[in-house]
């Protein structure tokens, strides 16, 4: 079983997918392997975002997937290998590699074309993301949460978007906690207070986005019948927050500097600075899916661009690492077997995510096609997080191989499984998002998913399914 386990092991470090053993390839060839492994503006200043946008416009079509591989891959990536330490220490991305993603349109991939972006297609941009991760766990993090900022620019009115997206140098941070309190008045909204944590890129952010309760005459507004209040975004400059320096101290993902922040007291915000997700202005595929999707598969995505750090990083330790009495690490049957398994498992995670992306977008080009249903968004999401899961505990069974290499702070393979776990404690992706996605949505919605497996789940081949599935006795219409 040893030998097996060995062998296994061996081919898995041949066949190692990671972004750097491809580095020599073509640029086909990389791009299709390495990602495996506050007031109103002035007239003028209005003028100059529109012109600005227009000039992006005009360069739109040379911004390809491959164009920003290769910025990341021969400008970002190596800049921050070499402040990586320096960054974790500092608790933010080192201004140079911030310039190199921002000057190279790494954070314009999911801005609309007409506001001067990408608007790259789902897959190829969790593509763009996982080689971040790749490349460090901080960098992958900051670009895919920077890049999604771009998003707004459909949901904010076009002349709130083009203040927002028309300058070249755009970055969003902010928070979905509905964490103020806006106050409707003429013209738009007063922001009384509030306070938001976890703003990353705060220290270069251009504009800043927050959740609040809406209120008049100090009472939160009601939404509906249920009683919930109403919520409603607003954007703000820079000059409008205090971001709080020192309060983003973590293990993972350090230097993301994902600081806390709080909104400078009675900040009017025009109205055209404002906008709910329910609010879409740009007619684009990628806008038609739900935002949760387009939260959840971006993690997971940064996320297996980590792990596969951690395998390849893993197995240069077995190369070079020695125990006290033994052969070097990679000649333990353990560790081989170990490997293989991690291996494995990253592998078929990976895939997973591939698939629920090309789900998702299939169902966002799909003319006359209703959006993505309760079910479809549901499986997307479980999908994603049991994915996170693998991927997790795919690197977890390195960790006590890796001995003093994995709790070592500036060692390559200590700091992605650092960063993985701070992935996976994101909201959007951690287990309990499991719990939240019922099983009549997950296996029964229009899936295919045969009845003779149902009844292998639930106790045997000849058991029904449970009353009121698809398939079960009697059962209604799937749910949407």
């Keep these: 079983m040893a030998a097996a386990a060995a062998a296994a092991a061996a081919a898995a470090a041949e066949s190692d997918p990671s972004p750097t053993a491809k580095r020599a390839r073509s640029a086909p060839e990389a791009e299709a392997e390495a990602t495996s492994s506050s007031a109103s503006a002035s007239a003028s200043s209005s003028a100059s975002a529109s012109a600005s946008a227009s000039a992006s416009r005009e360069t739109h079509e ?11 891959r021969t400008r970002v990536a190596p800049l921050c290998a070499a402040s990586a330490s320096a960054a974790e220490r500092a608790a933010r991305l080192d201004d140079a590699v911030v310039r190199a ?8 991939g999911w801005v609309p ?24 766990g901080s960098l992958g993090f900051s670009v895919m949460l920077g890049a999604g900022g771009g998003l707004f620019g459909a949901n904010l009115c076009p002349a709130g978007a083009r203040r927002v997206f028309g300058r070249a140098d755009a970055v969003v941070a ?40 809406v209120t008049e005459r100090g009472e939160p507004v009601v939404a509906g019948a249920d009683g919930e209040p109403e919520i409603r975004a607003v954007a703000v400059p820079p000059d409008r927050v205090r971001v709080i320096p020192g309060s983003w101290s973590v293990v993972g993902m350090r230097a ?43 993690v997971a995505a940064v996320a297996a661009g980590v792990a596969w750090r951690a395998v390849r990083e893993f197995k240069e330790l077995c190369r070079s690492k020695r125990g006290r009495f033994g052969p070097v690490l990679g000649q333990d ?13 990253v592998k078929f995670a990976d895939a997973g995510l591939r698939e629920l992306a090309d789900e998702a977008w299939a169902v966002a080009v799909a003319e ?19 994915c996170v899961e693998q991927l997790c505990g795919a690197v977890r069974e390195l960790v006590p191989l890796a001995g003093m290499s994995g709790v070592q702070e500036e060692h390559a393979f200590a700091r992605a499984w650092r960063d993985l776990q701070a992935a996976a404690a994101h909201a959007s992706v951690c287990p309990r998002v ?26 045997g081949a000849d058991a029904e399914p449970p009353k009121g599935t698809r398939d079960g006795a009697g059962a209604p219409e799937p749910c949407a």
């Excluded at 499991?434 to 106790?459: E, I, R, T």
Aim: aromatic share 10%.
């Design 62 to 72: 040379t911004r390809t997937l491959d164009d920003l591989l290769r910025t990341l």
């Design 101 to 108: 993603a921002v000057d190279g349109g790494l954070m314009r």
């Design 113 to 136: 074309r007409s506001m001067g972006g990408w608007e790259l297609p789902l897959p190829e941009q969790l593509r763009l993301y996982k080689e971040a991760g790749w490349a460090d």
């Design 174 to 213: 902010g928070s979905g906690a509905p964490n103020g309190r806006a106050e409707r008045v003429a013209g738009g909204y007063r922001v009384t207070s509030g306070r938001w944590s976890y703003a990353t890129g705060a220290a270069y952010a251009t504009t800043f986005t927050m959740n609040c309760v």
């Design 256 to 298: 993301t500097g994902s600081e806390e922040f709080e909104i400078v007291p009675d900040t009017f915000v025009p109205s055209e600075m404002t906008f709910t997700l329910a609010e879409v202005h740009e007619p684009g595929p990628l806008y038609r899916l739900p935002f949760k999707a387009l939260t959840v598969l971006p």
């Design 333 to 345: 049957p353990l560790a081989r077997a170990a490997f293989a398994r991690s291996w494995a498992a």
């Design 368 to 386: 006359g096609r209703p959006r993505m249903t309760d079910a479809e968004l549901a499986r997307c999401t479980a999908g994603a997080a049991a």
């Design 434 to 459: 499991l719990s939240h996605a019922p099983p009549h949505d997950v296996m029964w919605a229009d899936d295919g998913f045969p009845v003779s497996a149902a009844g292998a789940a639930f106790g």
